[in-house]
C-alpha cells in the first residue's frame, strides 16, 4: 500500500455489533442519563467496534455548539458519561493527548483498517480520576 493510500473502512458486523454496543453503554452511562439518540446510537456501535478492535477512526466534530466541525484521526478507548453528556475517549492524534468528545456533537464517525497500539505511560486511570476531582 502506498503512503496515499486509505485502508478500506470496516463494516458492520450484524451478530457481534449488538453485543459490543450493549457492553459498551451497559459499562459506561448512569442509568439516569438520557438515552442515546438513533443517530447516536449508530455512532456508538461504530465505536464499540473500533475500541474492541484496537481500530483508528475518523471523527467529524463540533468543539462547540453550531460550530464549524473538524476532522480527527482518533484512536477510541472507552465510551464515558459526565453530567447526562456521553463522551468518547480517545486518543487525539492531532492534539497528541487523551480527549473526550461529545458524542452530541460528533456528527460521523469512520472506522479504518488500521490498528493502534497501546501508548506506553498512558495512564487512563489517572486521566479518569483526575476528570471526576473536576467534578463540581
Known amino acids: 500500500m502506498n503512503a ?5 473502512p470496516i463494516e ?5 455489533e449488538t453485543t459490543a454496543l ?6 459506561s452511562p ?6 442515546p439518540t438513533p443517530q447516536q446510537q ?8 473500533a475500541i474492541e478492535a484496537k481500530r483508528v477512526c475518523v471523527i467529524r466534530y463540533a468543539s462547540e455548539p453550531g460550530g464549524a466541525p473538524s476532522t480527527r484521526s482518533i484512536e477510541p478507548l472507552a465510551v464515558t458519561s459526565t453530567r447526562g453528556r456521553l463522551g468518547l ?4 492524534r492531532l492534539r497528541r493527548d487523551l480527549r473526550t468528545f461529545r458524542v452530541d456533537r460528533i456528527t460521523a464517525i469512520t472506522v479504518l483498517g ?5 501508548h ?12 471526576r476531582r473536576a467534578l463540581p
Open 4 to 8: 496515499t493510500a486509505r485502508p478500506a
Open 12 to 16: 458492520p458486523t450484524p451478530s457481534t
Open 22 to 27: 450493549a457492553s459498551v453503554l451497559r459499562a
Open 30 to 35: 448512569p442509568a439516569n442519563d438520557p438515552a
Open 42 to 49: 449508530a455512532l456508538l456501535r461504530r465505536a464499540a467496534r
Open 89 to 92: 475517549l480517545a486518543w487525539c
Open 114 to 118: 488500521d490498528r493502534y497500539e497501546d
Open 120 to 131: 506506553p505511560g498512558l495512564a487512563l486511570e489517572r486521566f479518569i480520576q483526575r476528570r
